[in-house]
């Protein structure tokens, strides 16, 4: 048992026990309100720059199975929880949530009152954050969250994203072969997961590749994946839509659609404290249907604000109004900001979302 202290930049700082790593992170302090899914949350690269908090008191019931991981390993810089189970009870579980977190060398805090620091975030909005495990001196956690830079001007996409292209082939057999490329801004594995499914060979490519360069792997589509940090930082691949605006039909999620929306001429914005859950509903606005998604983003599209006059706003959160996705019939470019892939999450809007992408190709959907 270890000590253990979490500051934010407002002066608030709570004292609890340390688990995982011993050691020192900073970055901004997120709340998901999910139940379940927390090795495929905690695998996110999204959450890069991140400490994530659940709002629900017990995780790691179930344990640790590395099949689930959404990458190669944690990409949280820190855990806060109200309670990490110890001995956890599922028959694929591979080691407890202590384990994972030791092994993969990050921080996590139990014991603290998260439903304190999440009333907390909703009121003052997202916060800098210093999670120290080894250490219960709170004024230094406070001095580390308040020193470090705002999310938005650092380069967490460069952290995440692969150094090199890869081809990915699918293992189902079809007629008619296509190839996706995707840009790798901190992919989730089960967009690439989704696509090979349908019998689509997947060339993924570094977040900084040309326009140039993706057209020599002769795309069927190009496909833009979710990432961390301010979409306003994602500058090479908001070249490459705008130049392959037209060529190929183009699709994105969460950070990939800020992208798109971005190279469309739209502006985006810092939400005060983001939507990160699995219960998030959103309407289509031309069959007037809800779904519950998947969330975890802290931007978001302003929908008033495309250069491009024929992008419609194609559904809306329920709760707060804002754009969860857009289309351009003409150019074929298609987006969402919540989690079609799911994992973790409800699976309602994946087979919409990638039978879509199926038919944009003329493939079947
Ligand atoms: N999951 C994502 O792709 C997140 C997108 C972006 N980093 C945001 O927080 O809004």
Same mark, same amino acid.
């Given at each position: 048992? @270890?000590?253990?202290?979490?500051?934010? #930049?407002?002066?608030?700082?709570?004292?609890?026990?340390?688990?995982?790593? #011993?050691?020192?992170?900073?970055?901004?302090?997120?709340?998901?309100?999910?139940?379940?899914?927390?090795?495929?949350?905690?695998?996110?690269?999204?959450?890069?720059?991140?400490?994530?908090?659940?709002?629900? *008191?017990?995780?790691?019931?179930?344990?640790?199975?590395?099949?689930?991981?959404?990458?190669?390993?944690?990409?949280?810089?820190?855990?806060?929880?109200?309670?990490?189970?110890?001995? *956890? /009870?599922?028959?694929?579980?591979?080691?407890?949530?202590?384990?994972? @977190?030791?092994?993969?060398?990050? $921080?996590?805090? =139990?014991?603290?009152?998260?439903?304190?620091?999440?009333?907390?975030?909703?009121?003052?909005?997202?916060?800098?954050?210093?999670?120290?495990?080894?250490?219960?001196?709170? #004024?230094?956690?406070?001095?580390?969250?308040?020193?470090?830079? &705002?999310? =938005?001007?650092?380069?967490?996409? /460069?952290?995440?994203?692969?150094?090199? $292209?890869?081809?990915?082939? /699918?293992?189902?057999?079809?007629?008619?072969?296509?190839?996706?490329?995707?840009?790798?801004?901190? @992919?989730?594995?089960?967009?690439?997961?989704?696509?090979?499914?349908?019998?689509? &060979?997947?060339?993924?490519?570094?977040?900084?590749? *040309?326009? =140039?360069?993706?057209?020599?792997? &002769?795309?069927?589509?190009?496909?833009?994946?979710?990432?961390?940090?301010?979409?306003?930082?994602?500058?090479?691949?908001?070249?490459?839509?705008?130049?392959?605006?037209?060529?190929?039909?183009?699709?994105?999620?969460?950070?990939?659609?800020?992208?798109?929306?971005?190279?469309?001429?739209?502006?985006?914005?810092?939400?005060?404290?983001?939507?990160?859950?699995?219960?998030?509903?959103?309407?289509?606005?031309?069959?007037?249907?809800?779904?519950?998604?998947?969330?975890?983003?802290?931007?978001?599209?302003?929908?008033?604000?495309?250069?491009?006059?024929?992008?419609?706003?194609?559904?809306?959160?329920?709760?707060?109004?804002?754009?969860?996705?857009?289309?351009?019939?003409?150019?074929?470019?298609?987006?969402?900001?919540?989690?079609?892939?799911?994992?973790?999450? *409800?699976?309602?809007? #994946?087979?919409?979302?990638?039978?879509?992408? @199926?038919?944009?190709?003329?493939?079947?959907?």
């Amino acid at each position: 048992m @270890m000590d253990a202290v979490i500051g934010l #930049e407002d002066g608030t700082f709570l004292k609890g026990t340390g688990f995982g790593a #011993e050691g020192i992170v900073c970055g901004e302090l997120v709340f998901t309100t999910q139940y379940t899914g927390y090795e495929e949350s905690l695998t996110d690269p999204s959450y890069s720059g991140q400490i994530l908090m659940f709002t629900y *008191p017990l995780i790691g019931n179930y344990g640790v199975n590395d099949e689930t991981f959404q990458s190669d390993g944690v990409k949280v810089e820190g855990l806060v929880v109200r309670e990490a189970c110890r001995s *956890p /009870s599922h028959h694929q579980s591979m080691r407890n949530i202590y384990k994972l @977190m030791e092994d993969e060398g990050k $921080p996590g805090i =139990s014991g603290v009152d998260t439903r304190m620091l999440t009333i907390g975030t909703r009121e003052h909005g997202t916060m800098r954050a210093a999670l120290i495990n080894g250490s219960d001196d709170g #004024e230094e956690a406070v001095r580390l969250a308040r020193a470090q830079p &705002d999310i =938005s001007s650092l380069d967490l996409i /460069s952290r995440v994203t692969c150094k090199e $292209p890869y081809i990915i082939k /699918s293992q189902v057999n079809t007629d008619d072969k296509k190839n996706v490329v995707l840009i790798d801004l901190g @992919m989730k594995k089960n967009i690439s997961t989704s696509l090979l499914n349908r019998g689509i &060979d997947v060339t993924v490519v570094p977040a900084t590749t *040309p326009a =140039s360069v993706i057209q020599e792997f &002769d795309p069927d589509l190009l496909f833009l994946s979710n990432g961390p940090g301010d979409p306003q930082n994602a500058n090479a691949a908001i070249d490459a839509v705008k130049e392959m605006a037209g060529t190929v039909p183009i699709a994105g999620i969460c950070l990939g659609h800020q992208i798109i929306a971005r190279a469309l001429g739209a502006d985006t914005y810092k939400l005060k404290f983001g939507h990160r859950g699995a219960n998030q509903p959103v309407k289509d606005l031309e069959t007037g249907i809800v779904h519950i998604t998947s969330q975890n983003h802290g931007f978001a599209v302003e929908g008033d604000s495309f250069d491009d006059t024929d992008v419609i706003v194609t559904q809306i959160n329920t709760n707060d109004r804002t754009v969860e996705g857009i289309e351009q019939k003409d150019l074929d470019i298609f987006s969402v900001q919540y989690h079609p892939e799911a994992h973790a999450g *409800p699976r309602d809007t #994946e087979k919409i979302f990638f039978g879509k992408v @199926m038919k944009a190709m003329g493939g079947r959907v």
